[in-house]
């Protein structure tokens, strides 16, 4: 394995402590962090964090210091921090990877945010299939506030913090940041329409700032050593590390941390291994179910935002999924849309007729009888649900088909037999 | 009663409403919420009956039909069905003598799909009762659900 492309900086605990034990946290220079940011002003804080260029690592890509900025200037009081934890895009297992082995660093990650925005309560969204990790977590609360990280007097200061659990029930969409608070709320995870974003209008309509798990693990580094320390590592356009899942039909399938400027070639190669059995490499999923595919050919592309956006393309967050010869694309196709239907929450209709009307052409071209025009209607119902639906479920649903009709387009026309190739 | 216990725990006030659902099925070996309990607990958070039902039926932990005491959920996402899903499912619907999506005779065991479970890089991967089992095959489901038949 090449070393050189690892580069741990939120997995440097992970393995090494026990994700029990607090005092191996702090041992491992744990809660620094948030004893040098209790020195510091609101705004020093956001604007270390802005300078630092973090991006969020939940898949938009957002900048995390802006949106902390965005809750810091409203007038409005209580404001509210959740930290989104429902990880369930098909592919990605890099955040239960940080809540199972360093619950710590997350909650100090929490900690720092809130305090910079003066906020007193907190959640923490876990999946409810991710047991483990929700007693990880109630643990590591526990023994937080008894060593005065949380609740009252946070670190012998007059600021105070609680930060609960939320356990999920078993749906995708509430990844989706209204979705999640909706759910939160009690009712059904539903998006709501934005304009106003959760910044200034979230969790029980007060700003509310919501970040990802592996965003707020990188906040006790930056605080630590500074937003240039960060800014040294990775690209211009891409500060920091990412956690990569590598998984599908490659030897070392696991959770990787990389520098941004790796390319999805040497994530695949060098540390996993390549395919078994020499295998060749039909195509690559990034992202998750949500994400493009792409063929061998453009395995040479670097996690980095800017060059996979002149693309058209992006990392989400942070799925690589390997996918061999020996499969056809629209079985594959088929597996990915069944999974959007099944998630789509039903609120609109290009998302909730979408997918079913993709997967009816899908199984066309899976048996031969589609022509030319079912896959002209498969373009506009791409257009349809990008365009028009309500989230970014619906939005990103057909990411896989239309990066394959631009990619693998001859497997569509192939599939359509010459008696079936008249318009 | 352990519903209202429950309730009484969380508050009745309906954000409360997911995690009182969620934590009284989990204590309840038929995995499910039935009619009288989706009445009791709309009357007690003051909601209305449909508002439980439809929370109920939009997350896929919850069930308003009765299920087995364990469980067992096969992961059908792309990462474990390039590593060979289709043949545990057929396996466990072997073992178990019963089709996906239903229970045993003797309620013991419910098979069941789910969506990604996080096990990507151990895939096959199916959970039982809330435990992930990964790297699936013949031999080792064999022992899994063995060993769960023996808890009985």
Redesign the interface.
């Known amino acids: 394995m090449n070393n050189t492309l690892i580069k741990t900086v939120l997995t440097k605990n992970c393995g090494k402590i026990d994700p029990n034990s607090i005092d191996d946290y702090i041992n491992a220079g744990g809660y620094k962090a948030l004893q040098k940011a209790i020195k510091m002003t609101p705004v020093q804080i956001v604007e270390e964090i802005k300078a630092s260029n973090l991006k969020g690592r939940g898949g938009a890509g957002f900048p995390t210091g802006i949106k902390m900025e965005a809750v810091l200037k409203i007038n409005d009081t209580p404001k509210y921090i959740v930290c989104n934890a429902d ?7 890099k955040d ?1 990877l940080l809540l199972e082995n360093d619950p710590h660093q997350i909650l100090e990650g929490m900690i720092i945010a809130a305090f910079a925005l003066n906020i007193q309560e907190g959640f923490i969204y876990i999946r ?5 990790s929700i007693d990880t977590l109630n643990t590591a609360i526990e023994q937080a506030t008894k060593k005065g990280f949380l609740g009252n007097n946070i670190c012998g200061s007059s600021y105070s913090l609680n930060i609960e659990v ?7 969409i509430c990844g989706e940041e209204f979705a999640l608070i909706e ?7 539903r998006p709501r329409n934005k304009p106003p974003f959760p910044t200034v209008c979230g969790l029980f309509n007060k700003p509310t700032l919501i970040n990802n798990v592996e965003t707020f693990s990188n906040l006790p580094f930056i605080i630590n050593e500074g937003a240039k320390a960060f800014t040294a590592i990775g690209t211009a356009s891409s500060s920091g590390t990412k956690l990569v ?5 490659v030897k070392n ?3 990787y941390e990389v520098p941004f400027g790796v390319s999805v070639r040497q994530i695949i190669e060098e540390l996993g291994g390549g395919v078994p059995e020499n295998r060749k490499i039909k195509m690559v ?1 990034l992202g998750g ?1 949500s994400g493009p595919i792409i063929p061998p050919s453009m395995l040479d592309i670097k996690l980095d935002y800017s060059e996979m956006a002149d693309l058209g393309l992006s990392m989400g967050s942070g ?1 690589i ?1 390997v ?2 010869e020996r ?1 056809e694309m629209f ?2 196709l088929n ?2 849309i ?2 959007f239907k ?2 789509s ?1 039903g609120k609109c209709t290009p998302c909730r007729e979408g997918n079913q009307q993709m997967l009816i052409i899908l199984s066309k071209l899976e048996n031969g009888t589609a022509t030319l025009k079912d896959i002209k209607l498969l373009e506009t119902l791409c257009n349809v649900m990008v365009t028009t639906s309500f989230c970014g479920l619906g939005q990103a649903a057909p990411t896989a088909i239309m990066t394959t009709l631009k990619y693998f387009n001859e497997e569509y026309t192939k599939k359509c037999s010459s008696q079936n190739a008249k318009v | 009663m352990q519903l209202l216990k429950i309730i009484e725990k969380h508050g009745r006030t309906p954000e409360n409403l997911l995690p009182i659902l969620t934590e009284y099925q989990n204590c309840k070996d038929t995995n499910f919420l039935s009619e009288e309990e989706i009445k009791l607990v709309a009357k007690e958070l003051n909601i209305p009956q449909n508002k439980v039902y439809s929370t109920i039926s939009f997350y896929s932990l919850l069930s308003t039909k009765p299920r087995g005491k364990y469980i067992v959920q096969v992961c059908e996402d792309v990462p474990c069905y390039v590593n060979n899903s289709v043949n545990i499912v057929k396996e466990l619907e072997e073992m178990l003598k019963i089709k996906m999506g239903q229970t045993t005779s003797d309620g013991i065991f419910t098979l069941e799909h789910t969506s990604c479970i996080g096990c990507c890089d151990m895939s096959p991967a199916i959970r039982i009762d809330g435990k992930l089992y990964g790297d699936m095959n013949k031999e080792k489901l064999a022992i899994i659900i063995l060993e769960y038949r023996r808890k009985q």
């Open positions: 990880e369930g895009e098909p592919g990605n297992f239960k409810g299939e991710y047991n483990q939320f356990s999920g029930a078993g749906a995708y759910s939160i709320e009690g009712k059904s995870g899942c590598l998984s599908g039909n399938g696991g959770v999923q179910a799925a999924i996918i061999d499969f079985q594959i597996k990915i069944k999974f099944h998630e929450c």
